[in-house]
């Protein structure tokens, strides 16, 4: 099945999203640097707004990138920032003691909290993006530790007190997202690595050891305290909303602060672990609740693939010591020298590495019964087909040996079976119909039956021949009709057989009939049609016809 379709976001949602993203849009500035030392320099303020000229003499401080700028530019790349939503204007008041130092100082910025998360979160991956982090995987002994003694001071009489269960639960979140992010970010750093095709020996025997001890030793871990941590939550589940109404009634914090009309400075973010939804994410890392798979599931299939990325590296490294030496640095070199040469000698290094000679132009001859003058372009003359050995390797020598006949035996058999299978059913059902004819109003017909009445229906009706009475022509009861009598239509040799079934079925017309069909797909009735049923001619035994209404 697809994926569910998302629904569209309101107007205001749609303005919201795009404004938080044009947040990010110093980082992908030609002058990026520039803006990231501008905006380290407001991070490392709290509450506090510069002018241009407190900004330069922290730059020249840092002696960073943004050194060099003058406060000109300096004013332009802070009014960007002001546009893309990192900074805000300040609201403080200016004291200034001439002209100059009035038009120096009276713009004046402070960080935003957006630009604030961005730039922090833009150092941490620079600070360490490409290093390997290691797996707190103590913290997740710590999280059962604490899941349990949560769970017995709850259901203990008059169960636990507010303020110590708010300091458990956050600092029960507090490790799990620990917990939670090292893993993430261990296993994205390892596929990394595995990605890489052109590990040397050391590198592969280094990273051998960190597969087959480290990450095994978490896998087993995590596996030995999933189940634990699960049979902890599904105990405390059917007290948590009562737990979590407590520490509300305890400790609001700034849920009682009123949205601002709504806007997204009145928003407020709990603290983890005091909505439900934080606790629902927690039990699916542990727990399949979704059928989805948990985080468990998933960091069990990632250790697979990376073992099979292990042995992948090591496959290559055998075909390497066996004489298939890697060219990838042939082929980075050879790169460089592209990128060095001019388009003249790009063309010549083309050649001698990848023999790209002009076109060759093979002659094959076309049918003898088309003749192609001459003059004929090539772009409008017939297509000649080339042998497949021919357009590939150049010959059209044979190579190798002809296959083996496919044996198609048992599909031939499973098909024989099948029709068996089938004719059986059709005969069954041309049985039912002839000992059921007659008495259909009383018995309830299988779908076979049903199914193979409707097939001779069809092909009786469509074997008939509608018959119209002229106006004035006597009726059945000896009456001539009259010129404001509608016309009638009568069939004729409306009937159908199977002769290797040995039934067939006559239809006729009869006004005011019905005729109902029960049977186990629902009813089927027939209005002014009255069925004949009855053995084929020259089936075996004495033909029958009986009327049915």
Known sequence: MGAPAQKPLPETDRDDTWQRLNAYAYLSAPERLEYVAVMRVFCGTLLADLAVPDVLTKLAESAGPAVTLDAETLTARLERLVHWGALLRSSHSVKASSITEYQRSRSRYQLSKLGERIQRDADEVLAGADAAREVSSELLALVERGLRELNELVQRPGGIDPQDALERVSTLFVQFTEFADSVRDFYAYLGQVLARYDLDSAEYQGFKELLLDYVEAIREDVAFRAPRIASVLDLLWPHLPGLLERLDAHARGLSGVPAAGGRPEGRVQRSRGREQADWEGLRGWFTDVDGQGSQVDQLRDATMRALQSLLTNAKRMLR????????????????RWFDEASPEDAHDIAVAAFGLYGARHLGVPPASDEAVPAYTSWWNGPVVEVP????????????????????????????????????????????????????????????????????????????????????????????????????????????????????????????????????????????????????????AGREVEVSVS
């Open 320 to 335: 390497s010591a066996s004489g298939e030496m890697s060219r990838r640095k042939d082929l980075l070199r050879l790169a």
């Open 388 to 539: 497949v050995a021919l357009r590939e390797r150049g010959s059209r020598a044979q190579r190798g040996r002809a296959s083996a006949m496919e044996n198609h035996s048992a599909q031939k058999r499973h098909l024989q079976e099948a029709a068996r299978a089938q004719a059986e059913a059709r005969r069954a059902a041309a049985d039912e119909l002839r000992s059921a004819a007659g008495r259909f109003a009383d018995v309830r017909l299988t779908s076979a039956a049903l199914g193979l009445l409707l097939e001779l229906l069809a092909t009786a009706l469509g074997n008939a021949r509608l018959r119209r009475t002229e106006v004035g022509e006597a009726g059945e009861a000896g009456e001539v009709r009259g010129l404001d009598e509608a016309p009638e239509f009568g069939l004729e040799s409306a009937q159908s057989e199977d002769a290797e079934l040995g039934v067939r079925l006559t239809v006729r017309r009869s006004s005011g009939a019905k005729t109902v069909l029960h049977s186990a797909d629902g009813d089927l009735v027939l209005d002014d049609l009255e069925l004949e049923i009855g053995r084929a001619a020259g089936s």
